[in-house]
């Protein structure tokens, strides 16, 4: 829920807080976790109250996850944005706000579609796309602005005909000083044509790149179709939905990555330099001596895997947190296309101190629901007792295993539960596991497999992955459709009788504020009076206004404006600088201190008749907030301040009803609220008609709601 205004006994925050929560690539981060170690808004407590706050049409099926940057400078001003590459090779920069296109850019039309996910820089700067045409592409956050400059875009395949770009790409800050972007690339479904499969370490700092091909590593080029130079051996992949897994604490001082490959031929057991069905670690870099890496795993049933189809590769190693007592510090797991899951010592694979060796795993176990593994597992550590778990999601379903260690210090998995409907890559958030699946978007408890929620309105799933952030879920769907969910959250009251202000930061109907601030018969408020995305305590007491810009009960500064009898103060961010500006409305005149100095800047003209109340809020998702009264049970809307009324909605009208305006369901547009004794009434389609319903508060209770937290 994000307000905007509210007059007289209403909140009036920020049109522009943004996230403090970045999701910047697949998963999270570089090791691709899966864990957001920063929600707070979504809880076991109020996760029942999840729903959609919208979806809108894409340009193409975004077969993945979007990736999430707050507070980026836009030509429309500061927003939340979300960022998805299309199957077609589209970059979308969306408004999180209300699911509207920001910009697109689609570098090429073709050959063939692409699975890949974007990544941003770690300065917040660029956002990175592979785009169809064997490239990776480089945007300004902002305004989609391609870097063409030097030696952007950066080529990652002569072979974008038949060797497909599958994998999320990588950004990583590794502990030479540089920043590495990661490519992989596979072949498209069929296993067909000259393809080789290899990695792509782009030097973000600067600029050069290295090539590690799983097949023929001895040579670290760009191949080409059918010519020279070329790898006689053909159709391995690296293509797995998070392709290069970042190892920042591979051993004290020392970083990794790893990544797996697909079936294909190995014979780096007698030499040879083709990698199939193993899991490759390299330095950051990328390099290798002679074609051989750091350090590898491959089954001993390699020849098998091949034979079958059954990929070591459809999924990447997923990083263990370090189990106590454990003889093994660093683990890792690797699921595939076998059924199969195995737990691994990532310091030393095959157990021979070295590369080029079969076998070695520490336990080799079915996935408890059967079926091969093509999504991403998550790793998480239960904060009540610090057990560490793992989680594998497929087309039968999606298991919980519990880590133990035995009393020589080896560690190894057990099943804990099942739950039988079909998944794709899961995230935890907030001791909450999400996924999305063959029922739609579901949230269970990760402890006991139980369905704490679920809503089926998402459409059909392949790849698609949630994302969950700042007390939203993002996700994607077959039917070209970016869905939204979310909790209403941080409301708040100031209660006259005490001066106290009462704020609820997680909808779940108890104050997690409660901040003594004011005397007997001053007004509250609260908005963004600094422009730091978050609500500000607000006294008005006689033309004086007293501001708690740390909700300590403290002020940190004071305005004056008003002080007449019968003028009302209201809050709202009238010049669109980020930064509420205070607001007096006298017998149907508004007058606006925009810099806080007792100097009226904007004036306005609506109203004027006895027991008006005035309000501003954003009711047509320009951004731009207008003018509203309400009067007797309706409410006449301004939307461009001019004061003719555009908008006109019935909707209360008893006595003593308190109005606020408030963007109750996050579609960028302010909805209608009627506060009557402790009941708050929701109505978001500007039609009259009650949408939500939630109790909070008591008679003589002012409402507010806001970001505070």
């Excluded at 850019?105 to 941003?120: D, L, V």
């Excluded at 796309?129 to 400059?149: F, N, P």
């Excluded at 350090?295 to 098998?304: C, H, I, K």
Aim: with cysteine; glycine share 14%.
């Amino acid at each position: 829920m994000r307000p905007h205004t509210f007059a007289i006994v209403a909140l009036a925050a920020s049109t522009t807080a943004s996230a403090t929560t970045d999701w910047m690539q697949f998963d999270f981060d570089a090791q691709h976790s899966g864990v957001n170690p920063s929600e707070t808004f979504i809880t076991g407590s109020n996760l029942y109250e999840l729903h959609p706050l919208y979806h809108v049409t894409l340009p193409s099926v975004v077969d993945g996850a979007p990736a999430f940057l707050g507070g980026v400078v836009t030509p429309g001003g500061r927003k939340d944005l979300l960022f998805v590459t299309t199957k077609d090779g589209t970059l979308v920069a969306i408004d999180a706000r209300n699911g509207a296109t920001v910009w697109s850019k689609r570098p090429a039309t073709g050959p063939n579609y692409t699975t890949s996910m974007p990544a941003i820089d770690p300065g917040r700067g660029y956002v990175y796309s592979y785009g169809l045409d064997g490239k990776v592409h480089k945007y300004q956050v902002g305004d989609g602005t391609e870097i063409m400059a030097g030696v952007w875009p950066q080529l990652v395949t002569l072979k974008p005909s038949v060797e497909k770009n599958s994998s999320a790409l990588t950004i990583a800050n590794a502990r030479d000083g540089n920043v590495y972007l990661y490519s992989a690339n596979g072949g498209y479904p069929g296993d067909a044509g000259d393809y080789q499969g290899h990695i792509t370490a782009i030097n973000l700092t600067s600029g050069t790149q290295t090539v590690f091909n799983v097949n023929c590593s001895n040579q670290n080029i760009h191949f080409v179709i059918s010519g020279s130079p070329d790898c006689p051996q053909v159709q391995n992949a690296v293509w797995a939905r998070a392709g290069v897994v970042y190892d920042a604490n591979f051993d004290v001082g020392i970083d990794r990555i790893h990544f797996a490959t697909g079936n294909g031929p190995y014979n780096a057991n007698i030499a040879g330099f083709d990698w199939g069905d193993s899991i490759i670690s390299l330095v950051p870099a990328a390099t290798s001596v002679a074609g051989s890496p750091a350090d590898s795993y491959t089954p001993t049933t390699f020849a098998q895997l091949q034979s079958a189809d059954a990929d070591l590769g459809s999924t990447a190693p997923v990083l263990i947190p370090t189990l106590p007592l454990s003889r093994f510090p660093h683990l890792g797991v690797q699921t595939g296309k076998d059924s199969k899951i195995r737990l691994l010592n990532l310091r030393d694979m095959s157990g021979m101190g070295g590369p080029r060796h079969v076998g070695g795993e520490i336990q080799l176990l079915n996935v408890p629901q059967g079926g091969g593994v093509l999504t991403h597992p998550v790793a998480w550590v239960n904060p009540s007792d610090a057990s560490t778990w793992l989680f594998v999601a497929n087309g039968n379903g999606i298991s919980g295993l519990k880590f133990a260690v035995d009393g020589a210090g080896t560690p190894s998995l057990a099943p804990q539960w099942t739950h039988g409907s079909s998944a794709a890559s899961p995230v935890i958030a907030n001791g909450i596991l999400y996924y999305a699946g063959s029922a739609g978007l579901t949230a269970l408890d990760p402890l006991t497999g139980n369905v704490l929620w679920s809503n089926a309105s998402v459409g059909g799933i392949h790849w698609q992955s949630p994302i969950v952030v700042n007390g939203k879920v993002f996700v994607t769907d077959e039917s070209s459709r970016l869905w939204a969910f979310g909790v209403p959250k941080d409301i708040g009251l100031y209660r006259p009788s005490n001066s106290r202000f009462l704020v609820d930061f997680n909808f779940d109907h108890k104050p997690e504020l409660k901040m003594p601030f004011g005397d007997l018969g001053d007004i509250g408020l609260a908005g963004d009076i600094n422009g730091d995305g978050k609500a500000d305590l607000v006294l008005y007491r006689n033309g004086i206004w007293f501001i708690d810009t740390n909700r300590n009960g403290s002020v940190s500064s004071i305005a004056g404006l008003g002080g007449l009898t019968g003028d009302l103060p209201l809050i709202g961010d009238m010049d669109g600088d980020g930064k509420d500006d205070l607001i007096i409305y006298r017998a149907g005149f508004w007058y606006v201190d925009t810099k806080l100095d007792n100097t009226v800047d904007l004036t306005y003209a609506l109203g004027g008749l006895p027991g008006d109340i005035p309000l501003v809020g954003n009711m047509n998702g320009s951004g731009k907030l207008g003018l509203i009264i309400y009067r007797n049970g309706r409410w006449y809307i301004s939307s461009n301040r001019d004061g003719v009324v555009d908008i006109v909605v019935a909707f209360g009208g008893m006595p003593g009803d308190i109005p606020m305006v408030v963007d109750y369901d996050g579609d960028g547009r302010d909805d209608l609220v009627i506060y009557r004794n402790g009941i708050w009434y929701v109505c978001t389609q500007l039609n009259g008609v009650v949408s939500a319903t939630f109790a909070y508060g008591t008679n003589g209770d002012l409402p507010l709601a806001g970001v505070f937290h």
